[in-house]
Nanobody, 124 residues
Framework: QVQVVESGGGLVQPGGSLRLSCVTS????????MGWHRQAPGKQRELVAA???????YYADSVKGRFTISRDSAKNTTYLQMNSLIPEDTAVYYC??????????????????WGQGTQVTVSS
């Protein structure tokens, strides 16, 4: 059984900061890309940031310069540092992890796992 557990959400004032954490545990070969998605009320889930096993990162335009994704591969953990938060960042934030098998020069995704989500509310 693989578990993905997010933490660190909460209520913060505009301009404030939060740090989200996501730990993947259980019987899993290896973790490839990890990412943070968010879903606001009445909107579709969107990818916010992602990080590959190589360390390459991706950010949505709406969070560039404000959010930073990182990972500790030894702990199967990814973090999302969110600064200069604005009300539009209010959403449930979900962590996603790809299970992969690494080969000499490539990797093959065999499954993907989602966490239950953590609420982030930006309001004065």
């Amino acid at each position: 059984q693989v578990q993905v557990v997010e933490s660190g959400g909460g209520l913060v004032q505009p301009g404030g900061s939060l740090r989200l954490s996501c730990v993947t545990s259980g019987r899993i070969f290896s973790i490839g890309a990890m990412g943070w998605h968010r879903q606001a009320p009445g909107k579709q889930r969107e990818l916010v940031a992602a990080i590959r096993s190589s360390g390459t990162t991706y950010y949505a335009d709406s969070v560039k310069g404000r959010f930073t994704i990182s990972r500790d591969s030894a702990k199967n953990t990814t973090y999302l540092q969110m600064n200069s938060l604005i009300p539009e960042d209010t959403a449930v934030y979900y962590c996603h992890a790809d299970e992969v098998i690494f080969y000499t020069n490539s990797q093959r995704k065999i499954d993907g796992y989602w966490g239950q989500g953590t609420q982030v509310t930006v309001s004065s």
